[in-house]
Nanobody
Framework: QVQLVESGGGLVQAGGSLRLSCAAS????????MGWYRQAPGNKREFVATITKGGTTNYAGSVKGRFTISRDNAKNTVNLRMNSLKPEDTAVYHCNADVRISLVSPLYDFWGQGTQVTVSS
């Protein structure tokens, strides 16, 4: 089995910064894309940012220029640096990873439990 564990959420004032981290562990042969998604109360889970194994990044328009995603392939971790936070960024942030558990396995999609980010105005 594969586990993704997020950390780094919390309460911050508008304009502040937070750094989220996610560590993948378990039966991992290799990891493809990693990313962050968020879900605010009453809303569907939405895309925030992804990063390929080679470091190519993609961002939602609402966070572009404010958030930076990065990863450490050796440690199986992915981070999200969030600057200039706004109240509308308030949500539970979930880590996602496409994991191959053996040389011949397909990629499986795994999710973390999430970490709460609350931005006060």
């Amino acid at each position: 089995q594969v586990q993704l564990v997020e950390s780094g959420g919390g309460l911050v004032q508008a304009g502040g910064s937070l750094r989220l981290s996610c560590a993948a562990s378990g039966s991992i042969f290799s990891i493809g894309d990693m990313g962050w998604y968020r879900q605010a109360p009453g809303n569907k889970r939405e895309f925030v940012a992804t990063i390929t194994k080679g470091g190519t990044t993609n961002y939602a328009g609402s966070v572009k220029g404010r958030f930076t995603i990065s990863r450490d392939n050796a440690k199986n971790t992915v981070n999200l640096r969030m600057n200039s936070l706004k109240p509308e960024d308030t949500a539970v942030y979930h880590c996602n990873a496409d994991v191959r558990i053996s040389l011949v396995s397909p990629l499986y999609d795994f999710w973390g439990q999430g970490t709460q980010v609350t931005v006060s105005s």
